[in-house]
């Protein structure tokens, strides 16, 4: 299994909603940024949206990777028929093995059928360019969803990408969701997170930190992947500093010190 960065690893960077730095990181610093921490993979998300690139943009970015060696998971979100098929198109022309997609959109939140629907249509073009797509689990469905998703489709070029952190927004912890979805696990988002009581006792704050000092039973998780997941995949819940230049240092200081406290892991 190959260990990544994702967009989602210098959020604040990208820049959110309300909080858009003056200069925002681009794909050209994701590659750049992977190629200092010695990594081979990386996956281009939502939050940087591939669909919005020209047609020059894809190939001089597809021509980057291939010079740098550096391998690109396309990632998505709002699952309609109309937006995979976009993706596929675009994953293929960028040699993307893995099409990793959260299901909602802004306005668009399909239900179970509408989602095996249109994940079935699209198997035979996900099979013809050797594509696989990877569901991603989030806080309105419940593992069990996923997995009757995974189910009805049946077929090896759909699986689950699968979130450590997630699936705690809809009340299942770690190992209920990996228990029901590592065995559809095609790609695993690595993300460390430290749960504490409030300080009046009524309530938890869930928060992300650097890997090594939260309470993901990360050795656990990894034991359980099939040797059909290819790529693990670093995503930050950093929570901000009091301006965000200090926000982005943090972000950045976070993913060099996640990633060495990872590699160890990753070697065989």
């Given at each position: 299994?190959?260990?990544?960065?994702?967009s989602?690893s210098?959020?604040?960077?990208?820049g959110?909603?309300?909080?858009?730095?003056?200069?925002?990181?681009?794909?050209?610093?994701?590659?750049?940024?992977?190629?200092?921490?010695?990594?081979e993979v990386?996956?281009?998300?939502?939050?940087?949206?591939?669909?919005?690139?020209?047609?020059?943009?894809?190939?001089?970015?597809?021509?980057?990777?291939?010079?740098?060696?550096?391998?690109?998971?396309?990632?998505?979100?709002?699952?309609?028929?109309?937006?995979?098929?976009?993706?596929?198109?675009?994953?293929?022309?960028?040699?993307?093995?893995?099409l990793?997609f959260?299901?909602?959109?802004?306005?668009?939140?399909?239900?179970?059928?509408?989602?095996?629907?249109?994940?079935?249509?699209?198997?035979?073009e996900?099979?013809?360019?050797g594509?696989?797509?990877a569901?991603?689990?989030?806080?309105?469905?419940?593992?069990?969803?996923?997995?009757?998703?995974?189910e009805?489709?049946?077929?090896?070029?759909?699986?689950?990408?699968?979130?450590?952190?997630?699936?705690?927004?809809?009340?299942?912890?770690?190992?209920?969701?990996?228990?029901?979805?590592?065995?559809?696990?095609?790609?695993?988002?690595?993300?460390?997170?430290?749960?504490?009581?409030?300080?009046?006792m009524?309530?938890?704050?869930?928060e992300?930190?650097?890997?090594?000092?939260?309470?993901?039973?990360?050795q656990?998780?990894?034991?359980?992947?099939p040797?059909?997941?290819k790529?693990?995949?670093?995503?930050?819940?950093?929570?901000p500093?009091?301006?965000?230049?200090?926000?982005i240092?943090?972000?950045r200081?976070?993913?060099?010190?996640s990633?060495?406290?990872?590699?160890?892991?990753f070697?065989?």
């Amino acid at each position: 299994m190959k260990l990544g960065i994702s967009s989602y690893s210098f959020t604040w960077a990208v820049g959110v909603k309300g909080s858009i730095p003056e200069k925002r990181f681009n794909e050209a610093d994701l590659l750049n940024a992977a190629r200092g921490l010695e990594l081979e993979v990386v996956q281009i998300a939502d939050n940087m949206p591939l669909h919005e690139m020209t047609e020059e943009q894809v190939h001089t970015l597809c021509e980057t990777t291939g010079n740098l060696q550096i391998a690109i998971e396309v990632g998505a979100n709002d699952l309609t028929s109309a937006n995979l098929e976009h993706y596929i198109h675009l994953a293929d022309k960028l040699k993307s093995k893995i099409l990793r997609f959260s299901i909602d959109g802004k306005d668009h939140k399909p239900g179970m059928n509408e989602v095996i629907s249109i994940v079935r249509n699209a198997v035979p073009e996900l099979k013809n360019r050797g594509i696989i797509l990877a569901l991603e689990n989030h806080e309105r469905l419940f593992a069990s969803d996923f997995r009757e998703i995974m189910e009805a489709v049946g077929n090896s070029y759909v699986g689950i990408c699968l979130d450590c952190a997630n699936s705690l927004g809809v009340g299942e912890g770690f190992h209920e969701v990996v228990t029901a979805l590592a065995p559809y696990t095609v790609n695993f988002h690595l993300k460390e997170v430290y749960i504490k009581r409030k300080s009046h006792m009524m309530g938890f704050d869930i928060e992300g930190r650097p890997f090594g000092e939260g309470c993901l039973p990360l050795q656990w998780m990894l034991e359980q992947l099939p040797p059909t997941c290819k790529t693990a995949i670093l995503e930050q819940w950093t929570p901000p500093e009091e301006n965000l230049q200090r926000t982005i240092q943090k972000e950045r200081d976070w993913a060099e010190r996640s990633i060495a406290y990872l590699k160890p892991y990753f070697h065989a």
